[in-house]
């Protein structure tokens, strides 16, 4: 069964947990794993469904016992399993990895997200990012695609969690057109006291 066959049946049996009629384009992969290097590492990728940002991401250098597939439909995530030897796999909800050990404690790097945002609950949207940040090196970066013309993360999300979004690209190459955004953690404001002189000093 080709993968645009399984990917049309997940749709059909669920639209919203999967977003999107067909699997992400090889294009909107390039784009989306862009800044990812071997050094970039380790990586989670959430929601990967058929593997097209997986293939990617090892292709770019990621190896593959650096690389983690969350994915919550067990039979995506039995088909990652076998089609991608030595990455390693979670069949889980990507809510709940704030709550489970990744890597032996150590930080990631990069995440990479397939999460289709635009359909989620903002509560679902603030877990997924708060539980990644959790695991994130203070550098760590998260990457998100959306089909719409805004930001996929609310701002009042972002606000809540110190984050700051950046627009990495946008490709028409894929059905509907996908635009990419970077999220990072705000850098840390310095406090200031106010001395008997007048002058602020931290």
């Avoid at 039979?75 to 390693?88: E, S, T, Y």
């Amino acid at each position: 069964m080709s993968d645009a066959v399984q990917f049309l049946r997940a749709w059909i049996a669920d639209p919203i947990r999967l977003g999107s009629i067909t699997p992400s384009s090889n294009a909107l992969a390039a784009l989306i794993t862009s800044e990812i290097t071997a050094q970039t590492t380790p990586v989670i990728e959430l929601g990967p469904g058929t593997g097209v940002f997986t293939k990617a991401l090892l292709a770019r250098g990621v190896p593959p016992e650096r690389l983690l597939l969350v994915e919550r439909e067990a039979k995506f995530a039995d088909m990652l399993r076998d089609r991608f030897p030595g990455v390693g796999v979670l069949a889980m909800d990507a809510t709940d990895l704030g709550r489970v050990e990744l890597f032996e404690g150590e930080p990631v790097k990069a995440v990479i997200s397939g999460l289709p945002f635009l359909s989620m609950p903002t509560r679902a949207i603030m877990g997924v990012l708060d539980g990644c940040f959790a695991h994130m090196s203070p550098d760590g970066a998260f990457y998100q695609f959306t089909y719409g013309a805004r930001c996929p993360v609310p701002r009042a999300v972002l606000e809540r969690l110190g984050l700051k979004s950046q627009r990495v690209g946008r490709t028409f190459s894929n059905f509907p057109p996908a635009t990419v955004y970077r999220f990072r953690r705000r850098p840390m404001r310095r406090l200031y006291a106010v001395h008997g002189d007048g002058q602020p000093r931290p």
